[in-house]
């Protein structure tokens, strides 16, 4: 059985898991003044910031093209695969899993699995890689959803943001929690509960944040049944994030962890500077 595995932009992949010939991804739109950019298309990373911090309104996000995402489906049942694995950003976040889970069936001449990460970035995009090994292993549909059901379970992450308003703007977060925040000054560590980012601690400081997560991250190894990777994944902030790998590297010196980057769709919604610590169970 011929698999794909097609995903949208927010996922955080490595150049060689990019190349991968059966690896497809959706951009996913943003709007910066009233002009739509495609995620990994026509802006990148590198260059979002400084459009983010020009811009006159602030940025607003859409989901992909449920028709669009239509024709890439067709296309790839015309290349000869049997099936499609479809890996995507959190419903906590997105609409767009939902409702591509609700039309799919539609596709002919193609089964389809659409996949909720419950999560986003480089955890997604480990997601994506286990899935492109175990097509290439020859893998049934079903039991890479299996597997990935059992990484979803163990995978999560710790946010750590310079401003909660971007995500009160973008309906990431209560109001109430960014009231709070704002009063109280308070540097909160974030998570991802059920697939939607919600305030797991209040912490004074960025600094008293840090150490908290780290405590944290020390206590999931402990009890994770799993090996675990770990990424520190940062905002157009990558000295913090080379600092934190430093810390976490010498206070865990079997760690497996590397760096990676917020794209700009997930980088509006938890804003500029903003660092977080995810992590995905590494099943055999």
């Known amino acids: ?150 990484m979803r379970e163990a995978t999560s992450a710790y946010l750590i943001v310079d401003d909660l308003n971007n995500l009160v703007r973008g309906g990431r977060l209560t109001n109430g929690a960014a009231i709070i925040g704002t009063l109280l000054k308070i540097k909160p560590i974030l998570t991802f509960e059920e697939g939607k980012i919600v305030v797991f601690e209040k912490i004074r400081s960025s600094k008293k944040a840090f150490k908290r997560t780290e405590k944290l991250i020390g206590k999931k190894m402990k009890e994770s049944k799993y090996p675990l990777k770990f990424f520190v994944i940062h905002a157009n902030n990558l000295e913090v994030a080379e600092q934190e790998l430093k810390v976490l590297k010498k206070q865990f010196p079997e760690i497996d962890i590397s760096i990676s980057h917020f794209g700009p769709v997930i980088g509006t919604h938890l804003g500029e500077k903003a660092i977080g610590i995810g992590w995905a169970p590494v099943i055999k």
């Open 1 to 150: 059985m011929k698999i794909a595995v097609v995903t949208d932009s927010t996922a955080f992949l490595t150049e060689d898991v990019k190349k991968n010939e059966h690896l497809f991804i959706v951009p996913t739109p943003i709007i910066i003044d009233n002009q739509t950019y495609h995620e990994g298309v026509d802006i990148e990373t590198n260059e979002y910031y400084d459009l983010l911090n020009q811009s006159q309104e602030f940025p607003k996000t859409s989901q992909p093209v449920l028709g669009e995402v239509f024709e890439l489906y067709k296309d790839i049942a015309k290349k000869g695969y049997d099936a499609i694995i479809s890996i995507h950003l959190s419903s906590g976040i997105s609409g767009f899993i939902t409702n591509l889970t609700a039309v799919s069936a539609d596709v002919k001449g193609i089964k389809i699995f659409p996949f909720d990460s419950l999560i986003t970035s480089s955890p997604m995009g480990y997601m994506i890689e286990t899935a492109l090994n175990m097509a290439e292993a020859e893998k049934t549909p079903a039991e890479i959803i299996e597997l990935l059901t059992k």
